[in-house]
Structure formats: C-alpha cells, structure tokens
Nanobody, 125 residues
Framework: QVQLVESGGGLVQAGGSLRLSCAAS????????IGWFRQAPGKEREFVAD????????SHADSVKGRFAIYKDIAENTVHLQMDSLKPEDTADYYC??????????????????WGQGTQVTVSS
C-alpha cells in the first residue's frame, strides 16, 4: 500500500507560479514512479510529469515543458511540481499518483496504481 497526500493548489493569475507537493508513504521503492496528472472539467485525465522515487529521470509533457518542473525533496520525502508561467488552460484538478508494478511503462493514468485525493489549480486570465 502507498499513501499519497497532495497540497499546494489554489487560485493564481496568469503568469504566476504555484508549487504542488506530494507526500508519499508506505511500500514505495527507489525505482517506482511518482507522476502528476491533471483533469479539467469534461476532459480526460492527462499526464503532466513523472519522476522515479529516487529523484532520477524527471520527465514532462510537451504542454508544460519549460514551465513546470518535477523534483524530489529527499529530506522531506516529497515530490514537488513547480509550476511557473501559468496559463488559464492549466486550470484543472491535479493528482499525484504512484506506480509500483513492474513491466513496460507508458506515461498514462492507466499505468499507475495509487492516487491522491487531488488538489485544485485555477489560473485566471
């Protein structure tokens, strides 16, 4: 079992910044993935970024590359998503997820095993 708790969402103006946090506990190991996804009203959940629990190999969706950065604070055992230059189209519920299964990996919601409760991000124009 893995427990995930997100925090850091809120309301921000376009061009602003927010930092989301995902605190993970339980049976999670260095090679497992932590991912961030988002879901806007009426849309499917989409991949934003992922990273190994060790903090290695961060990866970002093209839509956020250069604006968002995923990283792990090893001392806090927390994965953060730093979001800069936010746009109204970034408005969504953001979810942290953990993948602990082995096998081929494709960065998609179906590849993940555990999910947090979500945190809302609203970017006003």
């Amino acid at each position: 079992q893995v427990q995930l708790v997100e925090s850091g969402g809120g309301l921000v103006q376009a061009g602003g910044s927010l930092r989301l946090s995902c605190a993970a506990s339980g049976r999670i190991f260095s090679g497992n993935y932590i991912g961030w996804f988002r879901q806007a009203p009426g849309k499917e959940r989409e991949f934003v970024a992922d990273i190994r629990w060790s903090g290695a190999r961060p990866s970002h969706a093209d839509s956020v590359k250069g604006r968002f950065a995923i990283y792990k604070d090893i001392a806090e055992n927390t994965v953060h998503l730093q979001m800069d230059s936010l746009k109204p189209e970034d408005t969504a519920d953001y979810y942290c997820a953990a993948r602990v299964r082995v096998g081929d990996y494709i960065a998609s919601a179906g590849a993940y095993d555990y999910w947090g409760q979500g945190t809302q991000v609203t970017v006003s124009s």
